[in-house]
């Protein structure tokens, strides 16, 4: 197996998560991973952008609320690393170990992408397992991303489209 490691790019999409962001963004930093970290704020009316920015993402100031879609592809378009790791800005819990699974076996060509699924109870964990997998933290290589049609970059079909 190739071992080579290639750079991943963090890109955090982010509509009024003032609240959340600044949680994130030090995880992320702190974690190793990351050639880049970067919050696409899509045209919040709160502090998200400045949150962001004091703690230390390179921040991408969309003037309107474009959707979920718009927001990863203006990430991506910013983006130089040949791997995208997308996270929401409301995610808790995150730590340097569910980073290193979900990056790990992209980053060695194991998997082209790779999808984390949140404990959501009995119900909601099996029916994620069972169901196309959309989920908010989701490791990929840059091409896949760059083959989704303008047309299914509008909301959350990007992650339907993935």
Same mark, same amino acid.
């Given at each position: 197996?190739?071992?080579?490691?290639?750079?991943?790019?963090? %890109?955090?999409?982010? *509509?009024? @998560?003032?609240?959340?962001?600044?949680?994130?963004?030090?995880i #992320?930093?702190?974690?190793?991973?990351?050639? @880049?970290?970067? %919050?696409?704020?899509?045209?919040?009316?709160?502090?998200?952008?400045?949150?962001a920015?004091?703690?230390?993402?390179? %921040?991408?100031? &969309?003037k309107?609320?474009?959707?979920?879609?718009?927001?990863? +592809?203006?990430? %991506?378009?910013?983006?130089?690393?040949?791997i995208? *790791? *997308?996270?929401?800005?409301?995610?808790l819990?995150?730590? +340097?170990?569910?980073?290193?699974? #979900?990056?790990?076996?992209?980053?060695?060509?194991? &998997?082209?992408?790779c999808?984390?699924? +949140?404990?959501?109870? !009995?119900?909601?964990? !099996? &029916?994620a397992?069972?169901?196309?997998?959309?989920?908010?933290?989701?490791? #990929?290589r840059?091409?896949?991303?760059?083959?989704?049609?303008?047309?299914? &970059?509008?909301?959350? +079909?990007? @992650?339907l489209a993935?």
């Amino acid at each position: 197996m190739h071992d080579e490691r290639q750079d991943v790019a963090a %890109v955090i999409p982010a *509509f009024n @998560e003032a609240n959340t962001i600044g949680h994130i963004i030090p995880i #992320l930093k702190t974690s190793g991973f990351f050639s @880049e970290v970067i %919050v696409v704020d899509d045209g919040s009316t709160d502090e998200t952008m400045n949150v962001a920015k004091k703690a230390g993402a390179q %921040v991408i100031q &969309l003037k309107k609320n474009g959707g979920k879609g718009s927001a990863m +592809r203006a990430g %991506v378009e910013a983006a130089h690393a040949p791997i995208i *790791f *997308f996270c929401d800005a409301d995610v808790l819990g995150l730590t +340097r170990e569910h980073l290193r699974h #979900l990056i790990t076996p992209v980053q060695t060509r194991e &998997l082209a992408m790779c999808v984390g699924i +949140r404990d959501r109870g !009995w119900i909601g964990t !099996w &029916l994620a397992r069972h169901l196309p997998l959309i989920g908010g933290e989701r490791v #990929l290589r840059r091409e896949i991303f760059s083959s989704i049609p303008v047309s299914y &970059l509008r909301g959350f +079909r990007a @992650e339907l489209a993935m």
